[in-house]
């Protein structure tokens, strides 16, 4: 592994320089439905997030004057090269830890006391996945509860204060002794080391999960990391600011 640089690569499946994202779209209100719907698009990557506010907390909750948040996520059968049976028979260790971790994330872009006891659920679908999908799932799960949040304000006395700082979510990875931004799926299965982050606008930690893939991996790389993501993730925020504001102006 060499000193972490990230500088221009001719070695990227998509031609990308190695701090270079993926385009990024939002499409709010992709659904009719939900109180909260965004189809986000990161590169060949699609998720549908949808937001569901219910005027109920879990038993083990109720009576203590406070809300709750959760996600699932799945990936539909063809969303991959390949095609992946439905979880029906119990969800795999993999889905359950990308459901804790989006659940997680986006809890903390919320403050649970001034919810009351409602419970807001996200369910992230990939449509079709290129890399990256737990953590465009984060990144267009906190439009789709910002939406149903506002939804729910126009209905309800509930302060703004109860949706706190954005926050976003890209991965980041060291492949060929390179780091690179937002991998995609041929980097990721090859990556040295594959790194997730979670942030809020502002640059706050969520969430960091990254591991070796194969060599340990030095500290030159781990902050090389840690500045690629966070300058991406403080993009991402800007760029569900502008989502929502221009949703507010059409709506």
């Known amino acids: 592994m060499n000193n972490g640089s990230s500088g221009p690569s001719s ?19 992709y659904v009719a439905y939900p109180e909260g719907s965004v189809l986000v698009e990161v590169g060949d990557t ?37 095609r992946r049976p439905r979880e029906t ?13 989006i659940g997680r994330s986006l ?5 649970l006391e001034l919810l ?44 703004p204060e109860v949706l706190k700082r954005p926050i976003a979510a890209v991965s980041v990875g060291v492949v060929d002794g390179e780091v690179r931004l937002d991998l995609c799926y041929a980097e990721d299965r090859e990556a040295d080391v594959d790194l997730n982050l979670v942030m809020t606008e502002g640059g706050r930690f969520i969430e960091v999960q990254g591991t070796a893939e194969g060599a340990p991996f030095p500290r030159q790389s781990l902050d090389r990391m840690l500045d690629l993501g966070g300058q991406e993730i403080q993009r991402l925020v800007q760029r ?12």
């Not at 028979?89 to 971790?101: A, K, N, P």
Request: glycine residues 10%; contains cysteine; aromatic residues 4%.
């Open 11 to 29: 070695h990227r499946p998509d031609g990308r320089d190695n701090d270079e994202a993926r385009p990024v779209t939002f499409t709010l209100d």
């Open 46 to 82: 699609w998720v549908l997030c949808n937001a569901t506010v219910q005027r109920e907390v879990p038993a083990w909750m109720e009576g203590r004057g406070t809300g709750w948040l959760t996600a699932t996520y799945a990936l539909l059968p063809r969303s991959t090269h390949t």
């Open 89 to 101: 028979d119990g969800l795999s260790g993999r889905t359950q830890e990308i459901r804790r971790l």
């Open 107 to 111: 809890r903390a872009a919320v403050d």
């Open 116 to 159: 009351g006891e409602r419970r807001v659920v996200v369910d992230c679908d990939v449509l079709q996945a290129d890399g990256g999908t737990r953590t465009a799932s984060i990144t267009g799960g906190y439009i789709a509860v910002a939406l149903a949040l506002r939804r729910l304000a126009q209905e309800t006395p509930l302060p």
């Open 240 to 251: 569900q600011r502008e989502a929502l504001m221009e949703h507010g102006r059409g709506t």
